[in-house]
């Protein structure tokens, strides 16, 4: 039985940072105010103290400027995590994202390893209004070249962000904010990873799967165990939104025959678009009902509490898709 | 490669030559585009061989280069084999790229070329990161970002120049201004006398060098070598030099005259005038300069002669190169192209 010890997914992504630090001396940190500071969302606390100044950099607020060394170091003999403080502001920094970090490997011909990491935020929740609320992962997954991780637990936020380190290719760690605080039980073994590209099943059961990613995986566990007697709910956590485990979301479905896809992106052109388009190639004539998506409704996340409520999904939005299934 | 001596006969005598081989490969590069042999966009570096060489040859192979739209000049500069770029540009399998850059992203990272780029102004914030990435690791190593006027309005440009100067990295940022930014000259675009007032804004130093002038460009770029390595930080050089060629090739070049590209390449150019300065020093004598200029054709000729026999890259080898922990996506969905049946099974 693996050791685990209890901490919150902030603490858990911390640890995974620290261990893969003090494993290999070519990791570094750079973001902004990621060192005194330690995070505005205090990911990194403490981190500068542990190590210095060489290891954990603060940058000047230049997304693209700081994005774009993290690609030349990486390509240069460094393993750089590069903190993009919400996920809002890849925009600054897309032409790196998209034209080198994503490109370089192939157009080179695969003669050169892209092995940063980078770092986001991403979440409605907390009234900070629509330039710092965006879920804009599917515009990474989306594009040829990147990969793209989104946590819905502590285990998986350290499994992952360990993983993303050590890759060889530019992975995106998709940190949901408003679960920075969610606890749960994750392995102290240095050694414990979790593969890019695999989901896990957070819980089995046999009339309605629920792929889920970030916040959405524990409110669906939580709609779980309001339907538990009437429907009895598989909730997968995606973890991993490209590569995305095709296999383990089509044996649910085999099992189950419904599908439900929680994810809080906009609706259209996204991860629910693309986790049924697999599910309809693959295990259509396993299908009892109409797939349903929960997600946002192609809007921005206002302001207002009264907006941002209506906006963003949460449990009940996930027990009324399964409703309209079974 | 490791750096050339500027102040030896044989040093001097080599940074001719690569001068000569850049003209040679561009001028062959341009009969071959124009025969459409060569696909794509090509943009050509004649009259500005003197920037790339003088730089690169003040560099040590350890050093790390960033190009721009405009590569072929810097690639040989650092070193790398005209026959693999020639493949390149065929988009042949054993070209530096495997056929998947072409011209406008050759790139050796085993030479610390760091790829041209088809993105203006992206190269100096990788060499920013190179810089990083050797100090990072306290190597003897600096980068060296090429960039052209027209990248220095782009605003990632001064966010990777501001970075560098912020934390003294041995980063040197070079300017080519060949007076225009693709078709708009340069006096259009900014509103500085000489760009390399731009230094001041990051309290580095800035200098402008004559770019026709390899000695010049060598000299400034080998102080900022130094100046880098001993931990002060980047320099930014402006080198003033011309292009004899459109913005790529094929444009009709409206926004100027044929006198103005005659002036400067008859009155100023870096190959003549460095050719004739090694004559009058006594360094070659004119049978030297013919032979190596046979030689030079002659390299090039068997460059194009390789890159034509070389193999043509397999249709599939367009889905290879991605990651290097692949993901299954791309093997589902080539299999979905060529229909050869999943079945109820993705995998």
């Not at chain 1, 700081?66 to 996920?87: K, N």
């Not at chain 1, 946002?296 to 299934?325: G, K, N």
Request: charged letters at 30%.
């Amino acid at each position: 039985m693996t050791e685990t010890e209890t901490m919150t997914v902030r603490e858990a992504i911390r640890a995974g940072l620290r261990e893969e630090m003090e494993r290999d001396e070519d990791v570094f940190i750079m973001g902004e105010d990621v060192a005194e500071y330690g995070g505005v969302l205090n990911v990194t606390e403490g981190l500068l103290e542990e190590f210095d100044e060489r290891r954990v950099r603060d940058t000047p607020i230049s997304e693209a400027g700081f994005t774009g060394a993290g690609v030349g170091a990486a390509a240069t003999g460094t393993r750089p995590v590069v903190e993009l403080m919400f996920s809002d502001f890849m925009g600054v920094a897309m032409e790196q994202i998209s034209n080198q970090m994503a490109k370089m490997r192939y157009m080179f011909g695969g003669k050169t390893d892209m092995p940063i990491t980078i770092r986001t935020t991403e979440g409605g929740g907390q009234g900070a209004a629509s330039q710092h609320s965006g879920t804009p992962h599917t515009w990474i997954a989306h594009f040829p070249g990147l990969k793209a991780v989104a946590p819905g637990t502590p285990r998986a936020a350290k499994g992952l962000t360990k993983s993303a380190i050590r890759s060889d290719d530019p992975v995106f760690v998709f940190e949901n904010k408003m679960i920075y605080e969610q606890d749960g039980p994750v392995p102290t073994d240095s050694e414990f990873t979790i593969p890019i590209g695999e989901a896990n099943v957070e819980r089995e059961g046999a009339d309605v799967t629920v792929a889920a990613t970030q916040r959405l995986v524990g409110e669906s566990l939580e709609a779980a165990e309001e339907l538990a007697g009437d429907v009895d709910l598989e909730v997968i956590d995606l973890r991993s939104l490209y590569p995305l485990d095709t296999d383990t979301i089509t044996e649910s479905v085999r099992k189950t025959g419904r599908l439900v896809v929680a994810d809080e992106s906009p609706l259209s052109y996204g991860t629910h678009a693309e986790v049924m388009a697999r599910v309809v190639e693959d295990e259509f004539y396993s299908l009892d009902a109409p797939l349903q998506r929960v997600g946002v409704a192609d809007t921005h996340i206002p302001f207002a509490t009264e907006l941002e409520d209506e906006v963003v999904p949460h449990t009940e939005d996930v027990v009324e898709a399964v409703r309209r299934v079974v | 490669m490791g750096s050339i001596p500027i102040d030896t006969t044989d040093g001097r005598t080599e940074i001719l030559r690569r001068m000569l081989t850049i003209r040679e490969f561009e001028e062959t590069a341009s009969d071959m585009f124009a025969d459409g042999e060569i696909p794509g966009f090509v943009h050509l570096y004649i009259g500005e061989e003197a920037v790339g060489v003088g730089a690169c040859s003040a560099l040590e192979e350890s050093d790390y280069i960033t190009s721009t739209h405009r590569g072929h000049g810097h690639s040989i500069a650092k070193g790398l084999d005209p026959k693999l770029m020639m493949a390149e540009l065929l988009g042949s399998v054993e070209g530096y790229n495997n056929g998947k850059g072409g011209s406008m992203h050759i790139a050796d990272v085993d030479a610390n070329m760091l790829g041209a780029n088809g993105i203006v102004g992206a190269g100096p914030p990788m060499a920013t990161g190179a810089a990083l990435s050797a100090s990072y690791r306290d190597a003897d190593e600096v980068a060296l970002g090429f960039l052209g006027d027209g990248a220095v309005a782009q605003g990632q440009v001064h966010e990777a120049i501001n970075l560098a100067a912020t934390w003294d990295l041995p980063a040197i940022y070079v300017v080519e201004n060949n007076h225009f930014g693709e078709g708009t000259p340069v006096e259009d675009q900014h509103n500085v006398e000489n760009l390399s007032e731009t230094a001041e804004a990051y309290d580095i130093p800035g200098f402008t060098v004559d770019g026709m002038d390899v000695t010049a460009v060598y000299e400034a770029v080998a102080e900022a070598r130094e100046r880098a390595l001993a931990g002060d930080g980047p320099t930014f050089i402006e080198a003033e030099t011309y292009r004899y060629r459109g913005h790529f090739e094929g444009d009709p070049q409206a926004y100027r005259t044929d006198e103005d590209v005659s002036e400067w390449r008859e009155e100023r150019d870096p190959i003549d005038s460095f050719e004739e300065r090694l004559l009058d020093r006594g360094d070659i004598d004119e049978d030297e300069l013919q032979t190596m200029r046979e030689e030079v054709v002659a390299e090039i000729e068997a460059a194009v002669d390789f890159a034509r026999d070389a193999e043509r890259p397999a249709p599939e080898d367009a889905y290879t190169d991605m990651f290097a922990d692949p993901a299954p996506e791309i093997e589902r969905f080539v299999g979905d192209l060529r229909a050869d049946g999943r079945g109820g099974d993705s995998q």
